[in-house]
């Protein structure tokens, strides 16, 4: 089969979606119009300010949240540790016990190690095949002593989406706040409701890189591990990159209603990857929950098949697809989630759908994974059998 000519077709959006239409105009406007410093009282600067405070308003709707309780971040990293930091430090008096899932995002699971290394405590809950936590052995994990508990929206790698309203209700009733790392679900679901501290990512909507949002919500007892700043409500130091901002800003809203309404044609594409790719590849795991899941994601897992040389073979191919995490990707270490799961850990492929894509791509996509995985199953077997024979 002839080689696709670059750039090919994109299916790796639950790493970073491709930049936004309306992010890009708006970013361009607000680099020529919204440059000075908004804490200014001068004409240009109470511009800036108007265009950050109306970006806030804009991110605070689509979440369901107040203007006052969202800051915006350097990046969905910086947002989630404050989150977990902040919270944690914040409830010191209450106790050092942290609850999180075996599943979270590496950066969810980093903050969790800076607090053990400071003499903290973490419990990990586990999953089930699907990737899925159990709400009642969340709620077992908690104590009297836990200052914080932290369970994302929607898994990063194999789409599952979490039982965050059943947890919510188990912390609310325990008394403990509750932080939703709701990076690849922000745009495409709705957010759901009752927790105390959420973070989110622009680059996963289609806005631009470097903007990451924090909001914590009023009551919450929340203090910044990092040294005291005027900016952004006291919780985020550094001056506010505001047309990055207003670009994300207006791209999330877009990208909501956008993805609300294309949800259930992006959905059956998936759901169409899921149902052939088992009847086309032999030896093939699909992981994920069918159901409860991403409308965008998929993760399969093929024997046999080493995955990065899949990757390079696929994207010779013309398609750019990942494998697991993107934070984790080039290490030699089997993704933490597969192995949480208990599912296969290698020759993995993570199809993530991208806003724009047509069921050609994912066409496309299908016809050339046979052929891909048969071939490095092949140079596998000779490699074995060359080693074979020229042994002693």
Same mark, same amino acid.
């Given at each position: 089969m002839? $080689?696709?000519?670059?750039? !090919? %077709?994109?299916?790796?959006?639950?790493?970073t979606?491709?930049?936004?239409?309306?992010a890009?105009?708006?970013?361009l406007?607000?680099?020529?119009n919204?440059?000075?410093?908004?804490?200014?009282?001068y004409g240009?600067?109470r511009g800036?300010?108007?265009?950050l405070?109306r970006?806030r308003?804009m991110?605070?709707?689509?979440?369901?949240?107040?203007?006052?309780e969202?800051s915006f971040?350097?990046?969905?990293? *910086?947002a989630?540790?404050l989150?977990v930091?902040?919270g944690?430090?914040?409830?010191?008096?209450?106790?050092?016990?942290?609850?999180?899932?075996?599943?979270e995002?590496?950066?969810?699971?980093? /903050?969790?190690?800076?607090?053990?290394?400071?003499?903290? $405590?973490?419990a990990?809950?586990? %999953?089930?095949?699907?990737?899925?936590v159990? &709400?009642a $052995?969340?709620a077992?994990?908690?104590r009297p002593?836990?200052?914080l508990?932290?369970? *994302?929206s929607?898994?990063?790698?194999?789409g599952?989406? *979490?039982?965050?309203?059943e947890? /919510?209700?188990?912390?609310r009733d325990?008394?403990?706040?509750?932080?939703? +790392?709701?990076? *690849?679900?922000?745009?495409?679901m709705e957010?759901?409701?009752e927790?105390?501290?959420?973070?989110g990512?622009?680059?996963?909507?289609?806005?631009? /890189?470097?903007?990451?949002?924090?909001v914590?919500?009023? !009551?919450?007892?929340?203090?910044?591990?990092?040294?005291?700043d005027?900016r952004?409500?006291?919780r985020?130091?550094?001056?506010?990159?505001v047309?990055?901002?207003a670009?994300a800003?207006?791209?999330?809203?877009?990208?909501?209603?956008?993805?609300?309404? +294309?949800?259930?044609?992006v959905?059956?594409?998936?759901?169409?990857?899921?149902?052939?790719? &088992?009847r086309?590849?032999?030896?093939?795991?699909?992981?994920?929950?069918?159901?409860?899941r991403?409308?965008?994601?998929v993760?399969?897992?093929?024997?046999?098949?080493?995955?990065?040389?899949?990757?390079?073979e696929? +994207?010779?191919?013309g398609f750019?697809?990942?494998? !697991?995490?993107?934070?984790?990707?080039d290490?030699?270490?089997?993704?933490?989630?597969?192995?949480?799961?208990?599912?296969?850990?290698?020759g993995?492929v993570r199809?993530s759908?991208p806003?724009?894509?047509?069921s050609?791509?994912v066409?496309?996509?299908?016809? %050339?994974l046979?052929?891909? %995985?048969?071939?490095?199953?092949?140079?596998?077997?000779t490699d074995?059998?060359?080693?074979?024979r020229?042994?002693p």
């Amino acid at each position: 089969m002839a $080689e696709k000519s670059a750039p !090919g %077709v994109y299916l790796d959006a639950a790493s970073t979606e491709p930049l936004h239409p309306n992010a890009r105009s708006m970013l361009l406007t607000a680099l020529d119009n919204a440059w000075a410093d908004p804490a200014r009282l001068y004409g240009t600067a109470r511009g800036t300010r108007m265009l950050l405070d109306r970006s806030r308003e804009m991110v605070a709707m689509v979440i369901g949240a107040r203007p006052d309780e969202v800051s915006f971040t350097s990046s969905g990293t *910086q947002a989630v540790h404050l989150a977990v930091l902040g919270g944690l430090r914040a409830r010191r008096r209450v106790g050092r016990h942290l609850v999180v899932s075996a599943v979270e995002h590496s950066s969810v699971l980093h /903050a969790a190690e800076a607090h053990e290394r400071d003499g903290g $405590e973490v419990a990990i809950v586990g %999953v089930d095949l699907m990737g899925r936590v159990d &709400p009642a $052995e969340f709620a077992a994990a908690l104590r009297p002593d836990t200052a914080l508990a932290c369970l *994302q929206s929607a898994n990063h790698e194999v789409g599952t989406v *979490q039982p965050v309203e059943e947890v /919510a209700r188990a912390c609310r009733d325990a008394g403990v706040p509750l932080f939703v +790392d709701a990076a *690849q679900s922000l745009g495409r679901m709705e957010v759901p409701g009752e927790w105390s501290l959420l973070a989110g990512s622009a680059h996963k909507w289609g806005g631009p /890189a470097g903007v990451g949002v924090l909001v914590v919500r009023k !009551g919450t007892r929340w203090r910044s591990p990092l040294p005291d700043d005027e900016r952004e409500g006291r919780r985020v130091p550094g001056f506010e990159n505001v047309p990055s901002i207003a670009a994300a800003a207006w791209s999330l809203n877009a990208f909501r209603v956008e993805m609300h309404e +294309d949800a259930e044609r992006v959905s059956a594409l998936v759901d169409h990857i899921r149902t052939e790719v &088992p009847r086309i590849v032999p030896d093939v795991e699909v992981v994920g929950d069918p159901v409860w899941r991403l409308p965008h994601l998929v993760t399969f897992s093929c024997l046999y098949v080493e995955g990065e040389a899949l990757l390079t073979e696929l +994207d010779r191919l013309g398609f750019a697809v990942s494998s !697991g995490s993107s934070c984790t990707a080039d290490t030699l270490r089997p993704s933490h989630v597969l192995e949480a799961m208990g599912v296969i850990t290698h020759g993995n492929v993570r199809v993530s759908l991208p806003r724009g894509v047509v069921s050609a791509d994912v066409d496309g996509f299908l016809a %050339v994974l046979p052929e891909a %995985v048969a071939r490095l199953r092949r140079a596998a077997l000779t490699d074995v059998e060359t080693g074979r024979r020229s042994r002693p």
